[in-house]
């Protein structure tokens, strides 16, 4: 299966925000974005001083940044976006809430990984299950009434003690279309994402612009 294999940070640089794509480390000094604040490459420090993008330019950077936020590559992004065109309501909004349903940002969005990235390598690894079976496949959709619970056998791993212990310390929030508990180690599908659930700095009518041309 293809995937992005060079340093993630180098994709905050280049869309010259934090997407924070590494959890905790992009809340430090360490991260890229506050030590070389400029696109990645030899060129780097000059595209700061280019002339004003244009409008294309501006679609296919909030469509980079979405699909780079939620780890999705170029064909996958395209399927989404393509059903969400079918599906009755606003294409951009549909499309937003169709990642946000992935396995792999529910399992982070309830606080069971840093990143998506890592809830995206503890899903692929087996350690959850959607109503008592075991999923395997990030891009799994969950329904409204679904429940996600780490696995009896990973409970006791050394990772799920450590989130739990975060999980009580508040430290992390979770949206109001989701519920989740500590004690039990799982979450739950209240509802559908709204617009307004989905704290990322998106103009969708951005990328539906771009997939129109």
């Known amino acids: 299966m293809a995937r992005y294999t060079d340093s993630v940070c180098k994709l905050c640089r280049r869309e010259g925000q934090k997407l924070f794509l590494k959890g905790e480390r992009c809340l430090s000094p360490k991260c890229a974005i506050e030590r070389r604040a400029f696109p990645p490459g030899v060129h780097g420090k000059k595209q700061t001083f280019r002339r004003k993008t244009s409008d294309y330019g501006l679609q296919l950077r909030e469509k980079q940044k979405a699909r780079r936020i939620y780890g999705v590559l170029e064909r996958q992004f ?28 529910v399992v982070y969005r309830l606080g069971f990984a ?27 959709q969950v329904s409204v009434g679904d429940v996600i619970t780490v696995r009896e056998s990973a409970r006791n791993k050394g990772y799920f003690k450590e989130r739990a212990q975060i999980m009580q310390g508040g430290s992390s929030s979770v949206p109001a279309w989701l519920r989740a508990s500590v ?10 994402p709204a617009r307004e659930d989905i704290e990322i700095p998106l103009n969708e009518q951005l990328i539906v612009e771009y997939y129109s041309r």
């Open 78 to 105: 395209r399927r989404y976006f393509e059903e969400a065109n079918r599906t009755k309501g606003m294409t951009g909004v549909n499309l937003l809430a169709m990642l946000e349903k992935r396995l792999d940002n």
């Open 114 to 140: 840093d990143s998506r990235a890592q809830a995206r390598q503890l899903v692929r690894h087996g350690h959850f299950e959607v109503n008592g079976r075991k999923t395997d496949i990030p891009s799994f």
């Open 183 to 192: 004690v039990d180690m799982k979450g739950e599908v209240l509802g559908a």
